[in-house]
């Protein structure tokens, strides 16, 4: 069956047209979700982007448009946005720790995860980032993903992310010692 008449059938109602999708597509899907929450969330968070996505067609078959791509291509997309979302909002609950680790490894000064003022220091430095530096910097030392890991979640080369994380650190290292010198 190709996309198209799939999606009628999930517009009219058929629910074996939805198992069909779910039963072809699960496998990929899951792996698209894992590849962007790895090391971050649980094989639960995973199931639930994966879920969440399989509902979303059935309760809004019409969304996906055909002239736009396949019924694959947009479930991908649809998934990879999901876990992306699940992925900010496990960030932003988990703050805390990041600035210990970011400021151990990244700097590669132990003695800078000690200390209240230290902590304040370091994390008003991680706010002068940019917003795709500092999500780098927390894949890289907070959820210790590969730059590979990083490059394929963020739709970025290897490179590009690596250069990121260069000109992140180097930027951390700067503005610390640029506080240190105004103490």
Excluded at 6 to 16: M, S, V
Excluded at 144 to 154: D, G, S
Excluded at 156 to 173: E, G, I, P, Q, T
Aim: proline share 2%.
């Amino acid at each position: 069956m190709n996309s198209e008449k799939i999606i009628n059938a999930i517009k009219n109602g058929d629910e074996t047209a939805i198992e069909q999708v779910m039963d072809k597509y699960s496998r990929l899907l899951w792996s698209v979700a894992s590849a962007v929450l790895k090391n971050v969330a649980s094989e639960q968070d995973v199931e639930e982007c994966v879920a969440d996505v399989f509902i979303s067609l059935w309760q809004n078959p019409e969304k996906y448009d055909a002239a736009r791509g396949g019924l694959r291509t947009w479930l991908c997309i649809k998934t990879r946005s999901r876990a992306l979302d699940r992925y900010r909002e496990i960030s932003r609950r988990s703050t805390l720790p990041l600035e210990e680790v970011i400021a151990a490894e990244a700097i590669g000064t132990a003695e800078l995860a000690a200390g209240e003022e230290t902590r304040r220091e370091l994390a008003a430095a991680i706010d002068t980032l940019a917003v795709q530096e500092r999500e780098i910097l927390i894949r890289r030392y907070y959820y210790e993903q590969k730059p590979r890991e990083i490059a394929l979640a963020l739709d970025m080369s290897v490179k590009k992310v690596d250069n990121c994380l260069y000109r992140a650190k180097r930027k951390l290292r700067e503005e610390l010692e640029e506080h240190n010198e105004r103490v």
